[in-house]
């Protein structure tokens, strides 16, 4: 039996709203060469994976106005969006934000993009950033 290494907080992800994902996806896949990584859809985007190093950048895209992505396109226009922390016990990591008297917009952990269960806190309590944190 292999022994549960913690692995501490790193960068899982970026996500960048856009336009449109052709806008922008051949100058990652095909300029800068980072290969595609399949994900599935989440939140009423439509999100393309691209790998790079250990961490990924999704491209956002919103499938109607009135989703998340939509509003933040049609508000503020493309760009990013939210930085993805991978945590080795999100829901250690929640209990502590709580503790901390941060804000959390996800009060329970929910499933995302990958598959895994992902927690967002509000950016009034993280620099005006979107922080969305995951488990590995």
Do not use: W
Request: with cysteine.
């Amino acid at each position: 039996m292999t022994e549960n290494v913690r692995r501490g907080t790193s960068i899982a992800h970026i996500g960048i709203a856009v336009r449109a994902i052709d806008e922008l996806l051949p100058f990652l896949r095909d300029v800068l060469e980072m290969p595609e990584v399949p994900l599935g859809n989440s939140d009423g985007a439509t999100i393309v994976g691209l790998a790079s190093g250990e961490s990924l950048v999704e491209l956002l895209e919103a499938q109607a106005e009135e989703t998340p992505i939509g509003k933040y396109v049609a508000k503020r226009g493309p760009g990013i969006h939210h930085v993805c922390f991978a945590v080795d016990d999100l829901d250690g990591m929640l209990q502590k934000c709580r503790d901390a008297g941060l804000r959390l917009i996800d009060e329970t952990p929910r499933i995302g993009a990958e598959g895994k269960r992902i927690a967002f806190l509000h950016p009034s309590v993280t620099g005006g950033v979107l922080v969305e944190l995951s488990e590995y």
